[in-house]
């Protein structure tokens, strides 16, 4: 089992950053894909971003293109995610999802819940106008 605990969520203008992090235990996350995934208010949960095991395949959603910056480091058991010039459409509880199939490397595969094993319980972002 893999438990995930995300943190760095918080409130902040139009305009700014935050890091998210997402530390992970009881197993570890080295040879596991991960994303992240947001739900805003009245809406599904949505793909954010997503980095293969090894780091060598990243994906974003397109809102989250040139703005946000996904890494993981496997030595510590973390992912992150990097947020810059946040919008207030950004708001959104964030999660992050472990996969633990070795061969999930695709964007098609990496951008579906369903692919995803582990889910944290998620952190708050407000983006204030």
């Known amino acids: 089992q893999v438990q995930l605990v995300e943190s760095g969520g918080g409130l902040v203008q139009a305009g700014g950053s935050l890091r998210l992090s997402c530390t992970a235990s009881?197993?570890?996350?080295?040879?596991?894909?991960m994303g992240w995934f947001r739900q805003a208010p009245g809406k599904e949960r949505e793909f954010v971003a997503a980095?293969?095991?090894?780091?060598?395949?990243?994906y974003y959603a397109d809102s989250a293109k040139g703005r946000f910056t996904i890494s993981r480091d496997n030595a510590k058991n973390t992912l992150n995610l990097q947020m810059n010039s946040l919008k207030p459409e950004d708001t959104a509880v964030y999660y992050c999802?472990?996969?633990?199939?070795?061969?999930?490397?695709?964007?098609?595969?990496?951008?579906?819940?369903?692919?995803?094993?582990?889910w944290g319980q998620g952190t708050q972002v407000t983006v204030s106008s």
């Open positions: 999802a472990a996969d633990s199939n070795p061969l999930s490397q695709t964007i098609a595969t990496l951008r579906a819940e369903r692919s995803y094993d582990y």
């Open positions: 009881g197993r570890t996350i080295s040879s596991y894909a």
């Open positions: 980095i293969s095991w090894s780091g060598g395949n990243i």
